[in-house]
């Protein structure tokens, strides 16, 4: 028996080897994984099927109680019996699989034995069979591959061991010899199919673990990509946001380029092959174009397969997925590779959950620019309105002047309509060149110091290589007019001075007043909510505040200085934006 009890342990280490061998193929993993169709149920039965078959091959025949054989078992005396692991597989395979594959595992494995003949031929494939059946209506009820269920498991490949031992001694003749080869074999067995159960449920449930920690590990890592990206990405798919994610993804995962494109054009690429995959051309491989035709992740093993216009291009492999917002494609998502090997299964799963991320990120920025949209309508709305009382005083001062001052009332109807001009353009541009929002302002205080002489001086003092630059508008006119309309006592002369200069990659512009000031209550309020007051409500300031936060995030500065009777300083900080620029502001501010 003890002897009879190591032979068993070698032939159930050549499983336990063929077992941990397909743990490690990738499609078996998969099969154990996932739920089973019709397909991988066949698969697990071929399988389980091999291993019964492989278990015949090796059993240790036994004859009269002795141990008469060791070698590869391809014929049984008549008086012989066959020691083996047999039903281990086949209670695996049941148990794995459900009833279809316990009944096909249990066919292979016992039609197998039947064949190899033997005084216990009959009941061993018999036992087989039953055992199939049990272990697969026992598997659809009860989950083995979760944690602990291994011993649960073992003393299931124990019972069935313990029933083929019954049905040899029921079947089997003469009894006699039955008897004899069950007080042989029966410990044997029953101690290594429950053992070797034992170490194919821990495997299996290795394969879970393993698979679950790196879904694990490739969901955290997807979701710290997406939340570095999340600002950039959120302002839509322009020049700037794509560039900055681009960078973020290429530190992050194997690819050795990263490019993201909307419809029509290679918004960035960042890593190898930048020197013609290069921002704001056309697309360059047929590889993009279809899948922003079909909408759908492909995949591309060699240089072919990309297509890209330049024959030497040193990118081999490509993962592009389209980018969706609202199930419409409106960009794609590319990986590249310098050698197809890097773009294994764990990469290809990380960049497609990037990709159903970064498209939520594009519905959010979608949503985020409706509110923008919302908003800004808004604030269109403000700005194309004109205060009424200051136009019926422009029209009647030029009115006035037409006898008395013809062409000052020529020069006056002249600035009316820069005026007017200035507020439809206002109305339609996010950003417009500082030159014209001073155009503005001056139109607006020719017509006020028309009907007040004395009343203020105005002093601007502008770099002038700062007037080419972009800033958001009715940014300056509407400090001017707060400043002339509430600032000044009668009593005394105003000074409004409208300062612009450069400073650390910055421009600053102040407006600054020496009027009466406000109370520390009132500056809290200022620019961060309306207020109701005899001066005013403070719509002009917060409005302005809202658009320079809208426009340029932390780029942008809105600061309010002011003591009582000391005057009041309004500083606003913006990024130095180039006529070039001011398109992708637009673009961030619109997508």
């Known amino acids: 028996m003890i002897e009879l009890l190591f032979l068993m342990f070698e032939r159930v280490g050549i499983l336990i080897i063929l077992a941990f061998l397909l743990s490690r193929m990738k499609s078996f993993r998969q099969i154990v994984h996932n739920e089973h169709g019709i397909k991988e149920k066949m698969i697990l039965i071929a399988i389980f099927g091999t291993f019964g078959v492989i278990s015949n091959y090796t059993g240790v025949e036994i004859e009269k109680g002795l141990i008469i054989s060791q070698s590869w078992q391809t014929d049984v005396g008549y008086d012989g019996a066959l020691a083996n692991t047999r039903i281990m597989g086949v209670a695996i395979g049941g148990l794995l699989g459900g009833p279809l594959v316990g009944l096909g595992t249990g066919l292979i494995a016992g039609l197998h034995r039947l064949t190899l003949g033997g005084f216990t031929a009959a009941a061993c494939s018999i036992s087989t069979i039953f055992a199939g059946i049990v272990t697969g209506l026992i598997g659809r009820r009860y989950n083995i591959q979760k944690e602990k269920s291994q011993w649960w498991a073992m003393s299931i490949g124990v019972m069935m061991e313990c029933i083929q031992m019954g049905i040899i001694l029921l079947i089997a003749k003469p009894f006699e010899s039955a008897y004899r080869l069950v007080e042989v074999i029966a410990f044997p067995m029953i101690t290594i199919n429950g053992f070797g159960t034992l170490v194919f449920i821990l495997i299996i449930q290795t394969i879970l673990s393993e698979e679950e920690k790196t879904r694990a590990l490739q969901t955290h890592k997807a979701l710290n990509i997406a939340q570095q990206t999340l600002p950039f990405f959120r302002k839509g798919l322009n020049v700037e946001s794509c ?56 995949k591309a093993k060699t240089r072919e397969e990309i297509q890209c216009i330049k024959k030497d291009c040193p990118l081999h492999a490509a993962l592009v997925m389209p980018l969706k917002a609202h199930n419409q494609t409106v960009g794609t998502l590319k990986l590249y590779y310098a050698h197809p090997n890097k773009l294994d299964q764990a990469e290809q799963e990380l960049a497609e959950g990037l990709s159903r991320l970064f498209s939520t990120q594009l519905e959010l920025a979608e949503a985020e620019l409706q509110r923008k949209l919302l908003k800004d309508a808004e604030i269109k709305a403000l700005q194309a309105q004109v205060h009424p009382h200051f136009l019926f005083n422009a029209i009647n001062t030029i009115s006035s002047l037409i006898r008395t001052d013809a062409n000052k009332a020529r020069k006056l109807l002249i600035q009316l309509s820069v005026f007017f001009r200035s507020n439809l353009q206002g109305a339609r541009h996010i950003l417009i060149p500082l030159e014209k929002e001073l155009e503005h302002v001056e139109a607006y205080l020719s017509l006020e110091q028309a009907r007040f002489p004395d009343k203020y001086t ?123 620029e001011s398109e992708n502001y637009a673009k961030g501010f619109y997508r």
């Open 458 to 580: 105005v002093r601007i003092e502008i770099d002038p290589s700062l007037k080419k630059l972009y800033i958001p508008p009715f940014t300056l006119q509407p400090l001017v007019e707060n400043a002339i309309r509430y600032a000044f006592s009668k009593s005394k002369k105003g000074e409004v001075t409208i300062r612009g200069w450069s400073e650390n990659g910055k421009m600053v512009l102040t407006t600054e007043d020496n009027g009466k000031g406000v109370s520390p209550e009132m500056l809290s309020s200022l620019g961060n909510t309306t207020i109701n007051s005899a001066e005013g409500t403070g719509t002009a300031l917060w409005n302005i505040k809202k658009r320079i936060e809208e426009i340029f995030g932390q780029e942008g500065a809105f600061m309010i200085e002011s003591e009582p009777e000391a005057g009041t300083k309004v500083t606003i900080t913006l990024p130095l934006v180039q006529n070039k």
């Open 243 to 298: 560039r900055e994610a681009a960078e973020i993804i290429l530190k992050c995962t194997n690819a050795d380029a990263i490019s993201i494109t909307n419809e029509h054009l290679v918004l960035a690429h960042v890593g190898i092959a930048s020197d013609h995959h290069k921002p704001m051309e056309s697309l360059r491989t047929q590889l993009t174009k279809k899948v922003l035709e079909q909408g759908r992740i492909i």
